[in-house]
C-alpha cells in the first residue's frame, strides 16, 4: 500500500510531481522515488511514496523501471504467488519478491490483458519509454483511489484528491453538483469529484495517454455483467470461497491484524485468519459510558472479548472519546471529499492505535453487508413491500402516531422511534425511490428547501443518476438489485473511499476480504431468498459462518461501527453546530438556506427528530468548503 503520483505533458513537471508525491507522505512513510523520462516533446514524471509490507528490501521500491518499463503502483496483488510462477514457467526472471514486479513483468507479457488476470486492489501508473505511452489503471470493485486532472495534453494523477489542489495552487473549483450529492448521499458517488476539473478513474478500467495528445479509455471488468453471470450459475460453496479469500488477503512480510466490532463479519473474518496465524492481534472500540447510554447502543464488546477467547486472539481495546472538535477538521482533510460518516473517525483512531504497536496491516470485514444484503435498509425495503398491503386509512393513523413521538429527551435517545420514523418515510414509495429513501438524507423536497434555488436542477440530475443506476440491470430479483446498486455506488462512493483514507492517514493499509471478485462472484451467484431469510440479513453468510463461530455471534443482533452522534451533538458539538447554521460559509455563500437549517438544528435539539447524521455531515462538508475556497481564493457564491 502506497501513495501514487504522477504527470504526463505537464508544465514544469517535475516540480508538480514531486509536491504531488511529498503531499502523500503519510501514505508511504517507509520510502519515496521519483522517476522521469522524455515523452514525445515533453516528459512523464512518477512519483511514489512507500509503505513496505511484501519485500522490505530495495528490490521491491518504486517507481520500478526495468527493460523500458516504469511503475508506480499503490495496492496488493494476492494472486502474485501464482502469476510469478506461470511467469517464471514462460521464462521470465525476478530480482526481487515483490508484487510490483509481478505485475511489471505482467504487463510487459500481457499488457491490458493482465488487467482481469489480477486479484487485488490496485491503482497505478505504467510508462512505456519505447513508445511514450501512459496507462493508469484501478482494480474491480474500486478499493483503491486514482484521481486525475487535465490540462489541454497535460495530465497530474495521484490517489488523493488533496494533493492534485495543493499540486495546483489550490485553483480547482468546486463542483457544486457533487457537493449536491454530498448532501444527499453523506458522501461522494465515485461518479462525481468535489472539484469541477478533477475526475476519478472509474473501477474496472484503464486509461492510456498517447505523446501526440490521443486518449483511449477501455474497461476490462464489469460488476454489471458479472451479476448478469453469477446469477445463472450453481452457488458455490460460500464458506470455502470466503475461507480461501481471507487467506490469501493474509499474504505479507509484516504482521497483520484484524478489525474485531464482535459483528458477524469481523468476527468470522478473525476467526478465519486465527486459523492460519495463530495469536494474531485484533482491534476493537468501546464508546464513554454516558455516550453508550445516551445512544442506546449494543454492548458490542462482550462479543469482541468472547472471540478473542474462542479463538486465542490478542485483543485490544480502544474506548473512542475523541475530543472531537480537533478531530473534525483533521478528518475533514485527510477524507478529500465532504464525507459525513463518523465511522471514519472509528477507522483512524483504530489503525492509528495499530501502527503505534507496530502493525502495518489490519483485515476489515468490510463489504459483506453489501454483497449480502446485511443492512437494516435491505430488510426494511422488503418489509414496505408487505406494509403497503396495509389498508392506506391504517397506514395514515400509523404514521400520524409515530409522527407525534419524540426521537430523544434530554437524557436519552430512543432507537426504535427513530427507526420507525424512517421506514414510514419511505414505506410507502415505489421500488427505487423507496430504496433510495431508505438510505440517504433527504427526500427530494426536503433537499431543494435546503439548497440554493440556483441548484433544483443539479438536485434533479443527482437523483436522475441514482434511478439510472439503480435501473440498469436485468435482474429479476429484488434483493439483489439492491445488492448490485449498493456494491456499485454505496461501497465505492463511501465504505471504501473513508476506509483507504483514513486508514492511510494513520500509515496503515486496510483489507478486505469480502470486497473480492471471487467472493463477488459467489455473492451474485446466491438468490435473494436466501440473503434475507424471515427477518435474518445475509443468511447465507451466517450459514457459512456457523461451521466456526458459535450461534450467539453469529445470530446476535446487528452491531454498529458507528459513533455516538446524538451524544456529541447535544454536548460537545452544540456550539459548533450553532456557528455553522447561523454564520456559516456554506450559509454566507448561499449554497444552503440559513432558515432550513436552523429549522433541523431546533427539532434535532427537542428531540422532536433525529437529525443528528444530517447535521454532523453539515459540519464536514462546511469545513471541507472553508478549506477548497480560502486555497483558491474564490467566493464561490449563488444568489440566495
Given at each position: ?24 507522505a ?62 517464471a ?14 505485475l ?31 496507462v493508469?489503471?484501478?482494480?474491480q470493485?474500486?478499493i ?51 472539484f ?33 453471470e ?21 499474504l ?37 459510558a ?20 474462542w ?42 492505535a ?22 437494516r ?14 389498508p ?35 414505506a ?47 435482474l429479476d ?54 440473503k ?23 445470530y ?57 447524521k ?27
Open positions: 500500500m502506497c501513495g501514487i503520483a504522477g504527470t504526463y505533458r505537464w508544465p514544469d513537471g517535475k516540480v508538480v510531481t514531486d509536491r504531488l508525491t511529498e503531499t502523500l503519510h501514505r508511504g512513510p517507509d520510502g519515496a522515488g521519483r522517476y522521469g523520462h522524455p515523452a514525445g516533446d515533453a516528459e512523464v514524471q512518477l512519483g511514489h511514496r512507500r509503505l513496505a509490507i511484501i519485500d522490505l528490501s530495495e528490490t521491491g521500491a518504486q517507481p520500478m523501471v526495468s527493460d523500458g518499463l516504469a511503475l508506480t503502483y499503490n495496492g496488493e496483488l494476492y494472486n502474485a504467488p501464482e502469476l510469478r510462477a506461470e511467469l514457467a514462460a521464462g521470465v526472471r525476478f530480482r526481487g519478491t515483490s508484487d510490483t514486479e509481478v511489471l513483468k505482467a504487463w510487459r507479457r500481457w499488457g491490458t490483458d493482465c488487467l482481469p488476470r489480477l486479484r487485488g486492489m490496485f491503482a497505478f501508473g505504467i510508462f512505456d519509454e519505447r513508445t511514450g505511452e501512459l493508469l489503471a484501478r482494480d470493485l474500486g483503491k483511489p486514482l484521481f486525475l486532472l487535465r490540462r489541454g495534453a497535460g495530465l497530474a494523477f495521484a490517489s488523493e484528491l488533496k494533493a492534485l489542489a495543493a499540486a495546483t495552487g489550490g485553483k480547482l473549483e468546486v463542483d457544486h453538483a457533487a457537493l449536491v450529492a454530498s448532501l444527499l448521499y453523506y458522501w461522494v458517488p465515485d461518479s462525481r469529484c468535489a469541477r476539473e478533477a475526475e476519478k478513474l472509474p473501477p474496472g478500467s484503464w486509461m492510456r495517454f498517447r505523446p501526440d495528445g490521443r486518449v483511449e479509455r477501455g474497461r476490462y471488468w464489469n460488476l454489471r455483467d458479472v451479476a448478469h453469477a446469477r445463472d450459475s450453481e452457488p458455490p460453496d460460500l464458506a470455502a470461497v470466503v475461507e480461501e479469500s481471507t487467506r490469501r488477503h493474509l505479507s512480510d509484516v504482521p497483520v491484524a484484524t478489525f474485531l466490532s464482535g459483528g458477524l463479519d469481523s468476527s468470522y473474518l478473525t476467526a478465519l485468519a486465527a486459523r492460519h496465524r495463530p495469536g494474531i492481534s485484533a482491534y476493537t472500540i468501546g464508546f464513554r454516558e455516550d453508550a447510554k445516551f445512544e442506546a447502543m449494543p454492548d458490542d464488546l462482550r462479543y469482541a472479548r468472547q472471540v478473542a477467547r479463538f486465542g486472539v490478542d485483543l485490544h481495546e480502544i474506548e473512542i472519546a475523541p475530543n472531537v472538535l480537533d478531530l473534525l477538521p483533521r478528518m475533514t482533510y485527510h477524507l478529500d471529499e465532504p464525507i459525513g460518516d463518523p465511522a471514519a473517525i472509528n477507522t483512524y483512531l483504530i489503525c492509528s495499530a501502527r503505534e504497536a507496530g502493525i502495518k496491516v489490519m483485515l476489515s470485514g468490510m463489504g459483506a453487508d453489501e454483497l449480502f444484503a446485511g443492512y435498509k435491505h430488510l426494511a425495503n422488503l418489509l414496505a413491500l408487505r406494509y403497503q398491503r396495509v392506506r386509512p391504517l397506514r395514515r393513523g400509523v404514521s400520524r402516531a409515530v409522527d407525534r413521538l419524540p426521537v430523544a429527551t434530554s437524557r436519552r435517545g430512543y432507537r426504535s422511534v427513530r427507526f420507525a420514523k424512517r421506514f414510514l418515510s419511505f410507502g414509495l415505489p421500488e427505487e425511490t423507496a430504496f433510495r429513501r431508505s438510505y440517504t438524507m433527504y427526500d427530494q423536497d426536503e433537499l431543494l428547501a435546503l439548497v440554493a434555488p440556483d441548484l433544483a436542477g443539479t438536485v434533479e440530475d443527482v437523483l436522475t443518476e441514482h434511478a439510472d443506476t439503480y435501473q440498469d440491470n436485468d430479483d429484488f434483493v439483489n438489485r439492491m445488492c448490485l446498486t449498493d456494491a456499485r455506488m454505496f461501497l465505492p462512493g463511501l465504505n471504501l473511499a473513508y476506509t483507504d483514507r483514513s486508514s492511510m492517514a494513520a500509515s496503515t493499509e486496510v483489507r478486505v476480504p469480502y470486497v473480492d471478485v471471487e467472493v463477488v462472484r459467489a455473492a451474485f451467484a446466491v438468490p435473494g431468498d436466501r434475507i431469510v424471515g427477518r435474518q440479513g445475509k443468511a447465507v453468510l451466517k450459514e457459512a459462518a456457523a461451521s466456526v463461530l458459535p450461534r450467539e455471534i453469529v446476535r443482533p446487528k452491531g454498529l461501527f458507528s459513533a455516538p452522534l446524538r451524544a456529541w451533538m447535544s454536548r460537545d458539538l452544540a456550539p459548533l453546530v450553532r456557528e455553522v447554521v447561523h454564520d456559516g460559509e456554506l450559509v454566507r455563500s448561499g449554497l444552503l438556506r440559513r432558515d432550513a437549517l436552523a429549522r433541523m438544528a431546533a427539532e434535532d435539539a427537542a428531540g422532536q427528530r433525529d437529525f443528528s444530517h447535521l454532523w455531515h453539515v459540519l464536514t462538508l462546511e469545513y471541507w468548503y472553508r478549506d477548497a475556497t480560502s486555497g483558491s481564493g474564490q467566493s464561490s457564491r449563488l444568489s440566495a
